[in-house]
């Protein structure tokens, strides 16, 4: 419902320069104009073209924050029951994966959340799913096996915080390699305030490090 690509160049541009690596940002379609699954399609078709124009899977990497983490992980699932092959290593930001609003710290956090609420979170969730309330659970009631290592930011002071868990917990016990990082006192997507913020700047850090870090072992 909101956002642009344009809204993400900072923090991309910072984890390219870390990493050493291109930055493709994703101008996927918006709910309600385009509901479910146009924007899911698109981190598709995007990633499919990665794909047809990279040596080696391995060397891509996918990010997103918050919807764009759900998008990146039901993307993925997508692709693999497409037989795509899967890239090097993934990172979310503050990922929003249970659009059913039912994680204990929706409402335990709420007080605390500077930035969401619950019932923001359901207005989105009504407008992007309609009447596909199937996929409100996808993610979270999928099988990660086979998906690439994992690394998950998340604030301490956030409704999504539950989300974050049980998605790192999920992936985590069907064999991923993940590596979930609860940052406290943060608020959601806090890298985005990296030119302000120090642990902004720290997050992006630690995450192109576990980028740095995989593709130069998936690399050997």
């Known amino acids: 419902m909101v956002g642009s690509a344009e809204g993400f160049e900072g923090v991309a541009g910072t ?5 050493s690596a291109t930055a493709y940002v994703v101008d996927y379609r ?16 995007v990633y499919a073209a990665l794909l047809a124009s990279s040596e080696k899977a391995s060397d891509i990497v996918l990010a997103g924050d918050s919807a764009g983490g759900h998008l990146i992980m039901a993307a993925l699932i997508q692709a693999r029951a497409m037989g795509l092959e899967m890239p090097g290593c993934v990172v979310l ?3 929003w994966v249970d659009l059913t609003l039912t994680a204990e710290s929706i409402h335990s956090k709420a ?13 989105c969730a009504n407008a992007y799913l309609g009447e596909h309330v199937e996929a409100a659970s996808f993610i979270l009631d999928a099988d990660l096996e086979g998906l690439p290592p994992l690394m998950i930011q998340v604030g301490e002071s956030e ?28 608020f959601h997507v806090w890298q985005a305030y990296s030119p302000v913020l120090s642990e902004g700047r720290e997050a992006l850090v630690a995450a192109a490090d576990f980028i740095n870090r995989v593709l130069a072992r998936e690399s050997r």
């Open 15 to 19: 984890l390219a320069s870390g990493t």
């Open 93 to 95: 930001f503050s990922p």
């Open 111 to 123: 007080g605390v959340d500077c930035f969401l609420t619950p019932s923001k979170l359901q207005a």
């Open 159 to 186: 409704i999504l915080l539950d989300d974050a868990v049980r998605l790192a917990r999920n992936a985590g016990s069907a064999g991923v390699e993940t590596r979930l990082e609860v940052w406290p006192g943060m």
């Open 30 to 45: 918006l709910t309600p104009e385009h509901p479910y699954p146009a924007a899911q399609q698109d981190v598709l078709t």
